[in-house]
């Protein structure tokens, strides 16, 4: 079970402190000079939105979106992560897309016969696309070297043979790749440091 999370919201609709990820959106999708924050207990969120948001966020403007291969110091909780899981290589596959914050699974697909690295391409275009149709201005992290290699250079280059079997996938394969192709998006990926935080949020727990 998720652990509670709250939510500060120093400058949005309506200041305040809320208990769920929905509520604080609600405060601030759209809204240009929003400024939020997650915390872990409800005291913390209290002496927070007593406080200056500066003392929890900084006072920097927007920087310019990391590049894949950039190293963050720090999680950003305000994210999407994404990973994939297979049975065997190839073997049932499934991948999932989890809100780092409060760790809700936000998208769930398979198990469909195919690869580990397909399934995490797939997971970061889905990521992808849904932030940009909901507007959702946020980071989105994956484990996976190749699947962000293969977003960049727009091509699933999978060794995967075409046959009957993984028909279905490869129509799943040639979408996302013509998805990439006509859509042009700010989010930035990047690449979760699992050495220094473990596990990425969305992982499987299958190891």
């Given amino acids: 079970m998720a652990k509670q999370k ?3 919201v120093w400058d949005g609709v309506t200041p305040g402190i809320y208990a769920s990820w929905n509520d604080c959106l609600l405060q601030t999708k759209g809204y240009e000079s ?9 005291e913390e969120a209290e002496q927070a939105f007593a406080s200056s948001p500066y003392a929890y966020i900084g006072k920097k403007a927007k ?3 990391p590049k894949p291969e950039t190293l963050s110091e720090a999680i950003i909780d305000n994210s999407l992560a994404v990973d994939a899981a297979c049975s065997g290589n190839p073997g049932p596959m499934e991948y999932r897309g989890v809100y780092v914050a409060s760790m ?9 016969r195919g690869t580990n690295n397909i399934g995490e391409f797939l997971a970061l275009v889905h990521g992808l696309a849904l932030l940009k149709q909901k507007g959702f201005d946020m980071p ?9 290699s293969w977003v ?3 091509k699933c280059k999978t060794k995967l043979p075409r046959t009957l ?4 996938l490869f129509q799943l394969i040639e979408r996302a790749e013509k ?13 979760w440091e699992t050495k220094k935080w473990g596990e990425i949020p969305a992982d499987f727990g299958r190891k």
């Fill in 104 to 112: 809700q699974e936000i998208f769930r697909f398979g198990p469909m």
């Fill in 165 to 168: 079997e993984t028909e279905a």
């Fill in 34 to 42: 929003a400024k939020y924050k997650s915390f872990d207990t409800r």
């Fill in 152 to 154: 960049k250079q727009k």
């Fill in 179 to 191: 998805w990439l192709k006509e859509n042009k998006y700010t989010t930035p990926i990047l690449k």
């Fill in 6 to 8: 709250f939510y500060v």
């Fill in 140 to 148: 989105i992290y994956s484990d996976s070297v190749n699947a962000i």
């Fill in 63 to 65: 920087a310019a979106p």
